[in-house]
């Protein structure tokens, strides 16, 4: 589904990623951990292409997604991965209803009604149908997260990408948004997911990459990860949040 | 004096707010209201399209469109006028009345000086904006019509307002190439009258200067409401610029 091959990416003289290879399947959830630094957000945004990269394939559904090509099919590549931002960026200028109905019925041409009904079903889906006409102002971070992956859900993406879904939360918000991308995971979803989450992680993902100074240098299943870490620099790392 | 300027007033009100229409072209403060207003609201399209071309990646908007807003500031109102006043008859080869040329003048400066503050309403936004449109499929256009403009637009009303009020000011300049607004009347009334300048131009000025507290008032109202929008819990019913 994502396969990613001699991925490098350099900001100026830095490299911030070197020599990406790692395949997502359809339907796996895939975890992304490491130090802040590691390249784990921008290795994410390269799979839709929020960032460009300097060399390699990245492949979403048979497709490279940074060859060139036109905008348009750029665009509707884009439309069919899922992405949910840290800091939510909901548009704060719509109700949360008009922040899910813009995309499908701006960019897929869905009739409002019919864009209406399946934004409905969705914040239904997330447990905010009653707060539909608020306005991302006043909605608390766990819901305007939750709200955020309604809107992706939206355009119907086979694959949905997660940037620090949690991170921007406050701890007691974190359980309702992790709830919701669970049962994304439960329904088959592909899934790659930057979190900090260890144990949301160990239960839901199917494999564990670990990055650090911008390569993958452990992919491993949780169970295996998280109880017997090769690299010496992933012991390290959760030695260090154990001990947080 | 004051019971001087009162018998001015009494005697000139009709000429002070609308000139000597019917019976000639509208003027005074209906055609001073009228020629910003007009050049506000023509200006407006105009400075969004600079705005867009000078923060676009392709050098061929973004060149001509930074010379213009640069060679803008850099001269003098007055220039523009005498240059659009000689230049536009020329180029056209037909006459162009006053107003007209003043309407002209008054749009490309506005929109000059506009592009900046739209653009500056721009970059302001958190670029995590342009990058969720962009996620969602969105095309460049769509992103700015549906998600940036209507956000950069509503947070810059008090700056767009603070521009009309100067607009306001910047059409006594009509007065050069026979305008018939507000400072034009006053003048004329200035003329026949000969002995009392301080009385005619003392009102003058107090009609500018109402004109425009009011509308400083207006916009200083307007962004305390966004402000409290903004960090409060209730923008229910926000600017609609529905999806």
Redesign the interface.
């Known amino acids: 589904m994502i396969q990613l091959q001699g991925v490098n990416k350099w900001f100026g003289d830095l490299q911030v990623l070197a020599d990406i290879n790692a395949n997502v399947a359809r339907g796996e959830v895939v975890v992304v951990c490491g130090p802040s630094g590691s390249g784990k957000s921008t290795l994410i945004r390269t799979v ?1 292409r ?1 960032e460009e990269i300097r060399s390699g394939t990245i492949l979403v559904d048979g497709r490279n997604i940074h060859a060139k090509m036109p ?2 099919e750029l ?2 590549m ?4 899922g ?1 949910v ?1 840290q ?1 939510f ?6 109700s949360a209803l ?2 899910i ?3 499908p ?4 041409g869905l009739g409002r009604a019919a864009a209406r009904d399946r934004a409905m079903t969705l914040l239904e889906r997330v447990g905010l149908a009653n707060r539909a ?1 608020s ?1 991302p ?2 909605l608390s971070g766990g819901q305007q997260q939750r709200v ?1 992956i309604a ?2 859900l939206a ?1 119907e993406p086979p694959a949905m990408l997660f940037d620090e879904p949690t991170s921007a939360l406050d701890p007691e918000m974190v359980g309702e948004v992790l709830a919701v991308i669970r049962g994304l995971a439960q329904e088959g979803m592909t899934m790659m997911c930057v979190t900090h989450e260890m144990s949301f992680a160990r239960e839901v993902a199917d494999q564990v990459w670990f990055m650090d100074a911008g390569r993958i240098l452990e992919t491993a299943t949780p169970g295996a990860f998280f109880g017997a870490p090769q690299h010496p620099r992933a012991q390290r790392f959760l030695s260090d949040l154990r001990a947080r | 004096m004051l019971h001087n300027a009162i018998a001015i007033v009494s005697e000139n009100w009709l000429l002070l707010l609308i000139g000597q229409y019917p019976n000639g072209p509208l003027g005074g403060i209906a055609a001073t209201l009228i020629l910003s207003v007009l050049g506000i609201v023509l200006a407006f399209p105009l400075s969004v399209l600079i705005a867009l071309a000078r923060i676009s990646r392709w050098r061929l908007l973004r060149a001509p469109a930074t010379a213009l807003v640069y060679l803008v500031r850099g001269v003098p109102l007055l220039m523009i006028i005498f240059w659009v006043y000689f230049l536009f008859p020329l180029l056209l080869g037909a006459n162009v009345p006053g107003f007209a040329t003043m309407v002209c003048t008054l749009v490309i400066y506005e929109g000059a000086f506009l592009s900046e503050v739209v653009r500056a309403g721009i970059e302001a936004l ?1 670029r ?2 342009m ?10 256009p ?1 992103a700015m019509r ?2 940036i403009l ?2 950069a637009l ?1 947070n810059m009303l008090p700056a767009i307002l603070s521009q009309f009020i100067s607009t306001i000011k910047e059409t006594t300049l009509g007065y050069v190439i026979n305008v018939p607004e507000l400072t034009f009347a006053a003048n004329q009334i200035n003329n026949r009258l000969l002995t009392k300048p301080f009385e005619v131009f003392l009102i003058l000025a107090l009609t500018y200067y109402a004109v425009c507290w009011s509308l400083t008032w207006v916009a200083t109202w307007l962004e305390r409401r966004i402000a409290t ?2 960090a ?5 019913g ?2 609609a ?3």
């Open positions: 839709n929020l905008a348009a665009n509707a884009r439309s069919r991965i992405f931002f800091s960026n909901l548009f704060p200028h719509l008009d922040n109905i813009l995309s019925h701006r960019v897929n006409h306005f102002a006043q955020a809107r992706a355009m | 958190p995590g904006q990058d969720a449109a962009r996620a969602l499929g969105h095309s460049y769509r549906y998600v209507p956000q509503y929008r903004r409060g819990p209730a923008p229910i926000m600017m610029a529905r999806a």
